[in-house]
Nanobody, 119 residues
Framework: QVQVVESGGGSVQPGGSLRLSCSASSIIFTAYTMAWYRQAPGKQRKLVASERWSGDTTYADAVQGRFTVSRGKTKNTLYLQMDNLKPEDTAVYYC?????????????WGQGTQVTVSS
């Protein structure tokens, strides 16, 4: 059973920093993308940042220059360094793992971790 678990959320003042972590276990795919999404109350879930198996990264325009995504040595962990946080970054942040080499593309979600940015 694939498991995806996030941690590191919390409350911070504008301009502060947080570092989120995600761990995926029981992965059987030869290559998979890991990504961070976020969902604010009453809004759709949106991609924040992702890193493919190759190391290629993608960032939402709203977070470019402030957030940095990285994967651990074994590639089953995903980190999100969030700097210069803004109130509009407030959301539940979800980690996603998606296969790259299978058809269909299997997709697994974590339970989410709350990030609150307020003064």
């Amino acid at each position: 059973q694939v498991q995806v678990v996030e941690s590191g959320g919390g409350s911070v003042q504008p301009g502060g920093s947080l570092r989120l972590s995600c761990s995926a276990s029981s992965i059987i795919f030869t290559a998979y993308t890991m990504a961070w999404y976020r969902q604010a109350p009453g809004k759709q879930r949106k991609l924040v940042a992702s890193e493919r198996w190759s190391g290629d990264t993608t960032y939402a325009d709203a977070v470019q220059g402030r957030f940095t995504v990285s994967r651990g040595k074994t590639k089953n962990t995903l980190y999100l360094q969030m700097d210069n946080l803004k109130p509009e970054d407030t959301a539940v942040y979800y980690c996603n793992t998606a296969s790259e080499t299978t058809s269909p593309r299997f997709n697994f979600w974590g339970q989410g971790t709350q990030v609150t940015v307020s003064s």
